[in-house]
């Protein structure tokens, strides 16, 4: 099952425009993770963040974390065209358990040039 | 240092048929997951090796099973293949307890 839920599910900008992406979630988690995936290839590690965090920072990325209301966001900075890719959150449950990481369906961000 | 690599890339199969796929891990990393993805929708988990033995499993049926050999490479098999197995298959590499997890390109199944 999908533990996590992408918002929006997909979203156009204009290059040079900030994105957001939201993702919230069910259950305790020990970290969350976000990953990037172009049209039918692999997916990329972008940032982890851990549950005792709050907010991280990797280049143009910005993640925040809220384990209160169990959501996530992904702030990318200064879009580029080649950021046109879908976004997943990944979550990592607290305690292990079976189910590895549960991705949510993704934002798909277009950036017009 | 090559990532984690798969193959095939795309494979075309029947209903009915049986299909392996194959996943070399990121050197180094011991721990291999398999996950399956859907057109449109995030990935899935469906099982995990370590020491060569399943360590974790998703909510897939048995016609799924998996294989992980001394080297760490793995082998992800489908039984009784159906039209809903179509998908991208991703394999992901790890060591032990990190949390730092590479994805493999994948391999695309379609099931006719």
């Known amino acids: 099952s999908q533990q996590g839920e992408e918002d929006p599910q997909a979203l156009s900008i204009q290059e040079g425009e900030n994105a957001t992406m939201n993702c919230s979630y069910k259950t305790s988690i020990n970290n969350l993770q976000w990953y990037r995936q172009n049209s039918g290839r692999g997916l990329v590690h972008l940032i982890l963040?851990?549950?005792?965090?709050r907010e991280k920072h990797s280049g143009r990325l910005r993640v925040t974390l809220d384990t209160s209301k169990k959501s996530s966001s992904l702030l990318i900075t200064a879009s580029r065209a080649a950021d046109t890719a879908s976004y997943f959150c990944?979550?990592?449950?607290?305690?292990?358990?079976?189910?590895?990481?549960?991705f949510g369906k993704g934002t798909h961000l277009i950036i017009q040039p | 240092d090559a990532g984690v690599t798969q193959s095939p890339t795309h494979l075309i199969k029947t209903r009915g048929q049986q299909v392996t796929l194959r996943c070399s891990p990121k050197?180094?990393?011991?721990?291999v997951s398999w996950y399956q993805q859907a057109l449109g929708q995030g990935p899935q988990f469906i099982f995990q090796?370590?020491?060569?033995?399943?360590?974790q499993r998703g909510n897939f049926p048995d016609r799924f099973s998996g294989h992980q050999f001394p080297n760490y490479s793995s082998e992800l098999n489908v039984n009784a293949l159906l039209l809903g197995d179509s998908a991208l298959y991703l394999c992901?590499?790890?060591?032990?307890?990190?949390?730092?997890?590479?994805f493999g390109e994948g391999s695309w199944l379609t099931v006719v």
């Open positions: 992901a590499s790890s060591l032990p307890g990190s949390s730092a997890i590479y």
């Open positions: 990944a979550t990592d449950r607290d305690g292990g358990g079976a189910d590895g990481l549960t």
């Open positions: 090796y370590y020491e060569e033995e399943e360590r």
């Open positions: 963040i851990r549950s005792n965090e």
């Open positions: 050197s180094g990393h011991d721990t």
